[in-house]
């Protein structure tokens, strides 16, 4: 799948040859605040770990993974944006119900790139399936996520204990249903 440049921003799928751009936006404390509390992760993390559970879900035909997002002017790597399956690593994943989540470097923050490029993903990927719902989970105190995804129209689920294989946290659950054109 190919996702259409939006007015600031381009997108790439990202693939295992990705660990060095995966690497680099993870070694600011702020940017890991809401992560794991602020420690960096390691090149063997990403390599180990984050490539590997990237490779389970991502589907180029379907545009599910790990979208690097660029400057379309000056082609900097900016951040990414993830969408996936809800509850992808269970046994019991949610095809119609499509999870987006975004990390982007600190210098980017406030200046829509996350809700810009969400959206640009969402509605490409979104067009060319049967998906009815798009969700979104954060710590309930990273508020800029949360904002991002008011912006996005998505409303609050509910406050829950998400279960994950690499870690659990409290998260709040926003979603929005899919309106197809």
């Known amino acids: 799948m190919h996702i259409e440049n939006s007015e600031r921003l ?4 990202m693939d295992i040859n990705d660990g060095q751009a995966l690497w ?4 600011d404390p702020e940017v890991m ?3 794991n509390g602020g420690k960096p992760t390691s090149i063997e993390q990403v390599n180990s770990v984050f490539i590997p559970r990237m490779e389970k879900y991502r589907d180029s035909k379907l545009g599910w993974g790990i979208w690097q997002v660029s400057d379309k002017s000056t082609d900097e790597y900016l951040g990414w944006v993830l969408i996936r399956p809800m509850s992808f690593f269970t046994e019991s994943p949610n095809f119609n119900d499509l999870e987006l989540g975004w990390r982007f470097f600190k210098s980017t923050w406030g200046k829509g790139y996350a809700t810009e490029a969400a959206i640009a993903i969402k509605d490409a990927v979104v067009a060319q399936s049967d998906v009815t719902h ?3 989970l954060a710590v309930a105190d990273n508020l800029a996520s949360v904002g991002v995804m008011k912006k996005m129209g998505m409303s609050f689920v509910r406050a ?4 994950d294989p690499i870690g659990d946290f409290d998260a709040v659950h926003y979603q929005m249903s ?3 054109p």
């Not at 680099?24 to 070694?27: F, N, V």
């Not at 829950?160 to 279960?163: F, I, P, R």
């Open 10 to 13: 381009t997108f790439r799928l």
């Open 24 to 27: 680099a936006i993870d070694q």
């Open 134 to 136: 798009v969700s979104a």
């Open 160 to 163: 829950y204990l998400h279960k």
């Open 33 to 35: 605040k809401f992560l």
């Open 178 to 180: 899919v309106t197809k």
